[in-house]
Each structure stands twice: as structure tokens, then as C-alpha cells.
């Protein structure tokens, strides 16, 4: 079965960093993608970040690049989501999610990460940036 549990939520002031962990169990990293969503109070789920090891690749959202960073340490199966320079707009709650799918191929094909490529999915982490 697979699980995934986040970690790593929290208040940050504006300016300031986190980083979340996914840790994962019933699956492998080297053959599944992973991803960071995110969703705000009354809005839709955004995927943020994805990263997959077999592709040897990442995606990034426009509204995170730049400031966001998605990793892994295969031997911990564990991801991470180093986020910098936090903004009020970034409060949400984040999700990490797996498939076995190469998502990070549809997401630059497509031009955006979709909640629907992925099948497994955390309780979500709540995160709330201050001004």
C-alpha cells in the first residue's frame, strides 16, 4: 500500500523559508514521479512542483520557480520541498503526491502539473506565511 506523510508545515513571516518532507512507503522512487500541490482557502489545487527520478527531471510552476526547490533522497524515500522567500500568498495547505506515470513529461507538455496524474496522495501539511 502506498502512504505518503508530510511534514514540515508551519508560520513563517514574509521573506522567510520551510522546507517540507514527503516521507513515502510502499513504492520505490527510482520508478514513480513525485509532486507538490498546493490549495488555498476557496481555490483549486495547484501543482507546484514535480520531480522524477527515472526521467531525471523536475517541473516548476510559474508562481514558485525560481523560489521553490523539489528533491529526494532515495535512500530515506523521502521528497522535499525547500520553499524561500515565502509570501502571504503561498499560505495553504501542501500535498505531496505520487504516480507511477511520467509526469513531468505531461506537465511540460501540457504546461501545468494536474492533480489527475497522480493516484496516491498525503493528509496535506498547512503552511501560513505572515506580513
Known amino acids: 500500500e502506498v502512504q505518503l506523510v508530510e511534514s514540515g508545515g508551519g508560520l513563517v513571516q514574509a521573506g522567510g523559508s520551510l522546507r517540507l518532507s514527503c516521507l513515502a512507503s510502499?513504492?520505490?522512487?527510482?520508478?514513480?514521479?513525485i509532486g507538490w500541490f498546493r490549495q488555498a482557502p476557496g481555490k483549486e489545487r495547484e501543482g507546484i512542483a514535480c520531480?522524477?527520478?527515472?526521467?531525471?527531471?523536475?517541473y516548476y510552476a510559474d508562481s514558485v520557480k525560481g523560489r521553490f526547490t523539489i528533491s529526494s533522497d532515495n535512500s530515506k524515500n523521502t521528497a522535499y520541498l525547500q520553499m524561500t522567500n515565502l509570501s502571504p500568498g503561498d499560505t495553504a495547505v501542501y500535498y505531496c503526491?505520487?504516480?507511477?506515470?511520467?509526469?513531468?513529461?505531461?506537465?511540460?507538455?501540457?504546461?501545468?502539473?494536474?492533480?489527475?496524474?497522480?493516484?496516491?496522495w498525503g493528509q496535506g501539511t498547512q503552511v501560513t506565511v505572515s506580513s
Open positions: 510502499g513504492f520505490a522512487f527510482d520508478d514513480w514521479s
Open positions: 503526491a505520487a504516480d507511477r506515470s511520467a509526469a513531468v513529461t505531461v506537465a511540460r507538455n501540457m504546461g501545468a502539473l494536474y492533480p489527475w496524474e497522480f493516484a496516491s
Open positions: 520531480l522524477s527520478v527515472s526521467e531525471d527531471s523536475t
